[in-house]
């Protein structure tokens, strides 16, 4: 199974700014998943990310407001953009390689 | 119809016993069903999947799978304190390359 690194483990961040979070996988995967947990709720996929193409997105997440890079095969990266309040959620990375997940972001947006 | 439905519990059950968690869905198409453990605030960790119909095991773990009547189930034997943590489901279609996730059973073990 993969084993996948995340960073940060958790930030508090000011309304309005941005934060971007880091996967990196100690094997080559074609496709890394991006998810959100909100408090006390289950995962929700965000989006798929392939190396070489744009990211898909599921229902109700844009780009403009979680772009994804996929540089390589091995990381990818997520940014919250123009956070609000209702953003604090837990945010993991995902794999088919051994269905694992990072060990997630904590984020709190004040 | 959520896609994937758990009860949401809490399902409280001895220690020694047996915790029974449920798990029922609606694509048929599914075809790989998953098992994770989650503790409070730590990432879910997988601790089985199944695609065949009947039982797998797997330790003091038992997946149990019915697609006839959508159902795959989970049987923790002998409960530990220590497997006391939230249990989701996840479904997973080949050619949509993605989990789907219930809402997650929370589980308590009382000493």
Redesign the interface.
Known sequence: ?AVISQKPSRDICQRGTSLTIQCQVDSQVT?M?WYRQQPG?????IA?ANQGSEATYESGFVIDKFPISRPNLTFSTLTVSNMSPEDSS?Y?C?V?S???????T?LTVV | QKEVEQNSGPLSVPEGAIASLNCTYSDRGSQSFFWYRQYSGKSPELIMFIYSNGDKEDGRFTAQLNKASQYVSLLIRDSQPSDSATYLCAVFLFGNEKLTFGTGTRLTIIP
């Open positions: 199974s496709m998943f709720q289950s995962l929700t996929l798929t837990i993991l995902s088919v051994g269905y694992t997940f990072g060990s997630g904590r």
